[in-house]
């Protein structure tokens, strides 16, 4: 599944190509993706004008001049393809902007989403409503963390990936970024030190910086909207890599966590 980085590195690559655009023609090939498309979706988006492009959680935003906003979710295979030479069977949504660029919506497996909503509700809206701070933004500091994990004997991995508490971290970045910090997945939340919690805010936004910048992981069939791969899964430390060395000279190993695979080193994870 496309994570954070990968869905920052699709907005970012769309917002080149849709930012300030009128949308001169939407069409929509199939009735539904994992839900059914919204039904006014053509209507409200033809002759809208793009205002801005922003990410939440693992979602996209693409804002028009009409205060809605069109939210998108690449789901398992979803992405974006610019100026496709043919669209294929896959392509469900397709977007012409005034200016003549043509965006598909491509989703083989369908279990991407795409809503659109009052601009204005944004923040109320069922998805986003109750989430935590994005770990990219100012709100997400050792201290919240702190006071979130007060008491709490789940391990603090579970934790990381409850959207409740911080928005939109997945098992690949959590994994990294403990590893970075050198704190146990399994460790009871409520037992992680302030000090060890400052180590991990910085290695959360490092391990989202360094991956956002190498067009993120590569993942099945995610490609960016230029249709290149992202290659920072050549700099994963940990993930994928049970057995391997880890740099502080023990062996990456593996457990199931909450139904995911957790990679983490036992010698400088404690």
């Known amino acids: 599944m496309p994570e954070l980085p990968e869905v920052e590195t699709t907005v970012r690559g769309l917002a080149r190509q849709l930012l300030g655009e009128r949308l001169a023609r939407v069409v929509v090939n199939r009735p ?11 209507q409200a988006l033809t002759g809208a004008t793009v ?9 996209g935003l693409i804002a028009t001049d009409r205060e809605r906003t069109m939210v998108f979710h690449l789901g398992m295979s979803g992405r974006w ?13 397709v977007i012409e902007t005034g200016s003549g660029r043509v965006l598909a919506l491509n989703d ?35 201290a919240y963390l702190h006071r979130a994990f007060t008491d709490r004997i789940a391990p603090i991995k579970q934790l990381l990936l409850d959207q409740r508490i911080v928005a939109g971290l997945g098992n690949i970045y959590v994994c990294e970024a ?30 989202l910086g360094e991956s956002i910048a190498a067009g993120g992981s590569t ?37 199931a966590q909450g139904g995911r695979s957790t990679f983490w080193c036992p010698k400088c994870q404690k």
């Open 51 to 59: 205002t801005g492009l922003s990410r939440r959680a693992k979602y």
């Open 81 to 93: 393809r610019i100026e496709p030479e043919t669209l294929g069977k896959h392509d469900h949504l």
């Open 219 to 255: 993942i099945r069939d995610y490609a960016q909207p230029s249709g290149e791969l992202g290659y920072f899964a050549a700099s994963w430390r940990v993930y994928g890599r049970e057995g391997d060395a880890c740099e502080c000279g023990g062996l990456v190993a593996r457990f």
């Open 32 to 42: 539904d993706l994992r839900r059914p498309f919204p039904p006014d979706l053509v």
């Open 108 to 142: 083989a497996r369908r279990f991407g989403s795409v809503d659109l909503v009052a601009t204005k509700d944004l923040e109320v809206w069922g998805p986003f409503a109750g989430m935590g701070p994005e770990p990219l933004g100012e709100m997400l500091t050792p």
């Open 178 to 207: 403990l590893h970075r910090a050198h704190i146990r997945p399994d460790k009871a939340a409520g037992a992680v030190s302030l000090p060890a919690l400052k180590r991990l805010v910085p290695a959360i936004r490092d391990v």
